[in-house]
C-alpha cells in the first residue's frame, strides 16, 4: 500500500492534517515502533505526519522547578543531556538502556510512551519521576500523568491520529533527592529487559520523606510498589527498611512465565534485589 509522507513545520499544522484526514493519518516521530507495527499490519494508516521538523517541539529545557522533554528529543539526546542528568537522572540511565545507538539516535522518549509497552525503560523512570504529558489536539490541550496514558498492552489512550504529545513536564529532582535505574537483561543491546525497576526518594534527618518505586514488566502498564511506598514514609534510612520495601513490593508483581523473560518465580526473586539496589543508589545520590 503506497503512504503519503508529509513534514508540517509547527504542531497546528500537523494538527490541522490529522483534522482533515479524519482517521487516514498518524503521527510519525523516530517511528522504530510504528514502521514495524504498519509492516505487520496493526496499523494501516494512508499518510504519515512527521513531526521532527517541527522547531516548537525540540529541545530540553527548564521552567522554574519543571524539566521540559520536547516530543522530538530522542533517547540518546537524553542520555547526554547535562539538564537531564542533573534534573532526572534516572531518565537518562533508562534512556541509555534503550536498545541500540542506532535505535537510541532515532527513537524519541515520547515514543517510548505513546507505544505503551509496559517495560518501555523511559517510560518506567518518567512514572517514578511523577512527570505529565502535554497532549494537544485540533480544540484542546490537556495534562495527563504519564502512569495514567496507559489502556493496556501496548494500548494508549493518546490517539495519534488526532493527538500529538507536545511535552513532557517532569519535577526536577531538588536537594534531598535521588534517582536509580536498574535493569536485567540477557545482553545489552537490542534485548528487552527481563525486568527493569526506576526509583526516586526524598530524605531528610537520615529518614525517606517520599519515594516512588516503579517496576516492569510486572503487568500491564509500568506498576507502582505501592505497598512499598507506605512503608518507607518517615522510616529511618537503614538495611533492615530497605530490605523490607523490597520485599513489600512483590505485593504488586504478578509477571508471567515467559520464554524470552524467564519463569515468573525467577523474576519476582530477582525483582527484590534489583529494587534494593535502585533504593540504595537514589539514597546516596541523595545524601550528596
Do not use: W
Not at 530522542?74 to 534516572?90: F, G, M, R
Not at 533508562?94 to 517510560?123: E, F, K, W
Amino acid at each position: 500500500m503506497y503512504i503519503d509522507y508529509l513534514t508540517p513545520e509547527s504542531v497546528t499544522d500537523a494538527l490541522q492534517i490529522l483534522q482533515q484526514q479524519k482517521g487516514k493519518a498518524r503521527i510519525i516521530a523516530g517511528g522504530t515502533d510504528l514502521l514495524l507495527d504498519i509492516e505487520s499490519k496493526k496499523h494501516n494508516p494512508e499518510i504519515l505526519v512527521d513531526i521532527t521538523r517541527i522547531p516548537e517541539i525540540k529541545g530540553i529545557r527548564t521552567e522554574g522547578n519543571f524539566l521540559i522533554i520536547g516530543a522530538g528529543v530522542t533517547h540518546n539526546e537524553a542520555a547526554k543531556s547535562p539538564l537531564v542528568n542533573e534534573k532526572a537522572q534516572v531518565l537518562a540511565e533508562a534512556s541509555r538502556s534503550v536498545g541500540s545507538l542506532q535505535i537510541r539516535n532515532t527513537a524519541t522518549v515520547v515514543g517510548n510512551v505513546v507505544n505503551a509497552q509496559p517495560a518501555a525503560d523511559s517510560a518506567v523512570a518518567l512514572v517514578a519521576l511523577g512527570a505529565t504529558a502535554v497532549i494537544a489536539s485540533s480544540d484542546s490541550t490537556r495534562e495527563v500523568p504519564v502512569e495514567e496514558l496507559y489502556a493496556g498492552v501496548g494500548k494508549t489512550k493518546v490517539n495519534s491520529n488526532n493527538e500529538i504529545v507536545t511535552n513532557i513536564i517532569i519535577p526536577a529532582l531538588q536537594p534531598g533527592e535521588g534517582s536509580a535505574f536498574t535493569r536485567l537483561a540477557q545482553r545489552k543491546a537490542l534485548a528487552l529487559p527481563m525486568l527493569n525497576v526506576a526509583v526516586v526518594v526524598s530524605i531528610a534527618e537520615d529518614k525517606f520523606q517520599q519515594a516512588r518505586i516503579v517496576m516492569a514488566p510486572v503487568g500491564p502498564q509500568p506498576v507502582r510498589a505501592s505497598d512499598s511506598e507506605e512503608l518507607l514514609k518517615g522510616a529511618a534510612i537503614n538495611e533492615e527498611t530497605i530490605q523490607k520495601a523490597a520485599e513489600a513490593a512483590l505485593n504488586h508483581a504478578n509477571p508471567r512465565n515467559s520464554t524470552l523473560r524467564g519463569s515468573a518465580e525467577y523474576r519476582c526473586a530477582t525483582l527484590k534485589v534489583l529494587v534494593k539496589r535502585a533504593l540504595e543508589t537514589a539514597v546516596a545520590r541523595a545524601r550528596n
